[in-house]
């Protein structure tokens, strides 16, 4: 059982573009949503977070979006550039809990 | 500040042999988590340790696998007679406390496990 569905599976962005990905969850007793960035051959590193309570937290060009009706959330990229090519996975933790819930991850490549 | 140190970054294995993969956390945190991750897939929550003790091992297979995290050392993950399937990245994390007011966890770089 799936619990967090991520897409697209694989991204492809001209540079200055803005990349979004998305993922949707089926637990209600999530109620933090992180988003991970992973370069080849190294670990993931968190990006970004947000808590339900909020519909939308910016970090500099990233952005999350979250809607909590529709149990899903989703990252902006803006201005996307050739160094963010990496993959992204969304994850999803419940309240007091540690076991994070990972998407599959979305492949972006951001081409000059 | 050292970040997660895991070794070793690569190993292989026939099947049938043993795997050992370590991991030391950061600095100052006592909760380890390992993570596996197969290829074109998202991380998969195996076992949390804290010091001397396993908190929560649910989603470590039942028979093969093991981890620890001793008092003194390095935690690691032990996997006995592995087989092809096992081939994967394990990924260790760490982080200072569990949940709290941004559960971040902090991952190495990885092991990457090929059993031939």
Redesign the interface.
């Known amino acids: 059982q799936q619990q ?1 569905k ?1 897409s697209p599976q694989s991204l492809i962005v001209q540079k200055g573009g803005i990349s979004i990905i998305n993922c949707a969850y089926e637990n209600t007793a999530f109620d ?1 949503f ?1 988003w ?1 960035q992973q370069f080849p ?6 990006l970004i ?1 947000i808590r339900p309570d909020v519909s939308e937290k910016k970090e500099g060009r990233f952005t999350i979006s979250f809607n909590k009706s529709a149990k899903q959330f989703s990252l902006h990229i803006m201005d996307s550039q050739p160094g963010d090519s990496a993959t992204y ?1 969304c ?1 999803a ?1 419940g ?11 979305t492949k972006l490549s951001v081409i000059p | 500040n050292a970040g ?1 140190m895991q070794n070793p970054r690569h190993l292989v294995r026939r099947r049938g042999q043993e795997a050992r993969l370590r991991c030391s956390p950061m600095k100052g945190h006592s ?1 380890v ?1 390992w ?1 596996r991750q197969l290829p ?6 195996m076992v ?1 340790l804290q010091k001397e003790n396993i ?2 091992e649910s ?1 470590m297979p039942k028979e093969r696998f093991s981890a620890e995290f001793p008092k003194e050392g390095p935690s690691i993950l032990r996997i006995q007679q592995v087989v092809r399937g096992d081939s994967a990245a394990y ?1 260790c ?1 760490s ?1 200072p406390r ?2 709290g007011d ?9 092991s990457r496990l090929t059993v031939l």
């Open positions: 967090v991520q933090y992180p991970y051959g190294k670990g993931p590193a968190l977070a996975f994850a933790r309240a007091g809990s540690y076991q994070l819930t990972f998407g599959k991850g | 997660v909760h988590y993570y074109e897939e998202g991380l998969k929550f949390y908190i929560d989603g990924f994390a982080s569990t949940g941004t559960g971040e966890l902090f991952f190495g770089e990885g």
